[in-house]
């Protein structure tokens, strides 16, 4: 697999689950329902099967991984595998929470993510680590996985309060 490849692959998971909720939320019928259709594609598809992706990259392939984020093989790459299995859990149980429990998953999974793009920065300007699961698609989907669920989260409460009043 080529650089380019490999470090635009991780945009899969923004994507496809961007492209499918758009698909799906033009035939909804109230801004709640196309509301619930991206926050349900975006737990399912982004949060929870991209998460369960590096898990088992991570598991299955770990000198390929090792690789990819250019470092050596480490026992911590078996610590990122399971955190990354926490964070499948999420997104799945993210389909049908509530919005108050979507936004506390949102949270949680960037304090992971968003350390990981800060070491993932931290390693492209102190160590010049331009590996392809360094840069590129990896701090796209580290940053707006999260972002995206906290956001759509936030949009659901008000979108609730203001149906409530």
């Given amino acids: 697999m080529n650089y ?10 923004v994507v496809v689950p961007a492209a ?7 035939h909804a019928t109230s801004s709640q329902e ?27 392939f770990p000198d390929v991984m090792a690789t990819a984020i250019g470092f ?3 026992p911590f790459m078996f610590e990122i595998a399971f955190a990354n299995l926490a964070l499948a859990v999420l997104g799945f149980r ?4 509530s919005a108050r ?6 949270i949680a999974g960037g304090m992971f993510l968003w350390g990981a793009a800060i070491g993932h ?15 590129g698609g990896v701090l796209v989907t580290d940053i707006l996985l999260p972002a995206v669920m906290i956001v759509l ?3 659901s409460r008000r979108l609730a309060a203001k149906i409530a009043a």
């Fill in 4 to 13: 380019f490849t490999q470090s635009a692959f991780p945009l899969v998971w």
């Fill in 20 to 26: 499918g909720a758009f698909l799906r939320a033009r």
């Fill in 34 to 60: 196309r509301l619930e259709i991206w926050q349900r594609w975006w737990a399912i598809g982004a949060f929870g099967c991209g998460s369960l992706w590096m898990t088992v990259a991570f598991l299955a």
């Fill in 72 to 74: 050596e093989r480490t």
């Fill in 94 to 97: 993210a389909a049908s929470a």
């Fill in 101 to 106: 429990e979507r936004l506390t998953i949102g």
């Fill in 121 to 135: 920065v931290y390693q492209w300007f102190a160590n010049g680590d331009h590996a392809p699961g360094n840069t």
């Fill in 153 to 155: 989260a936030l949009r």
